[in-house]
């Protein structure tokens, strides 16, 4: 419970970043799909927020009994590899009290500035469970959050992000830096 609510806390702080505007500006996701009743939050990483991703990430991926070996390598790799650089790292949340299967998790993101330039390079997937205990019972949720990295650092303008479901949905989002 501790670890979910710091992560929560921790997410909401991304909300007073020094990201001018970051907005949905369409989604085609219902209500009624398998994504429909997730939350779903992105936002632009500072130094200190990409360094927390890298230590939860690092925690979620060594602790994971099910993942091999050889995948734990892989993306251990992928998140110390990840050095900091002003407006080039972003996050796209999406959290839901049930599992999704590894395909229902690949999403395909692009990022396009004001001349349709594609400025997005990688991501890295930080899948995270929680366990809440309560006299209720036993409660879990499912944090996937993927940190974005583009080309390069962005400069200051306008740019599209789109978030592209495997059930063929998206997500659109307007950044302003």
Known sequence: MKKY???MIFIASFISSSCS?????????????KYGKAYFQSWKLEEKDLDEFKKIGR???VED??????????????????????????????AYNLPFLDEELSFKIQIF????????????LIPIKYTTISQN???????????IRTKGPLS??????????????????DIKI
């Open 5 to 7: 609510i710091s992560l």
């Open 21 to 33: 505007t970051y907005s949905v500006i369409d989604s085609d996701i219902e209500t009624s799909s």
């Open 59 to 61: 925690q979620a991926i």
């Open 65 to 94: 009994k099910k993942m091999s070996q050889q995948e734990k390598k892989k993306r251990l790799t992928s998140i110390e590899e990840m050095q900091y650089a002003d407006n080039q790292y972003f996050y796209f949340t999406m």
């Open 113 to 124: 500035d004001a001349s349709n330039r594609d400025c997005f390079l990688d991501y890295s």
């Open 137 to 147: 019972g036993q409660t879990d949720s499912y944090n996937y959050t993927y940190v």
């Open 156 to 173: 200051h303008g306008i740019y599209k992000m789109h978030v592209n479901f495997p059930d063929k949905k998206i997500i659109k989002y």
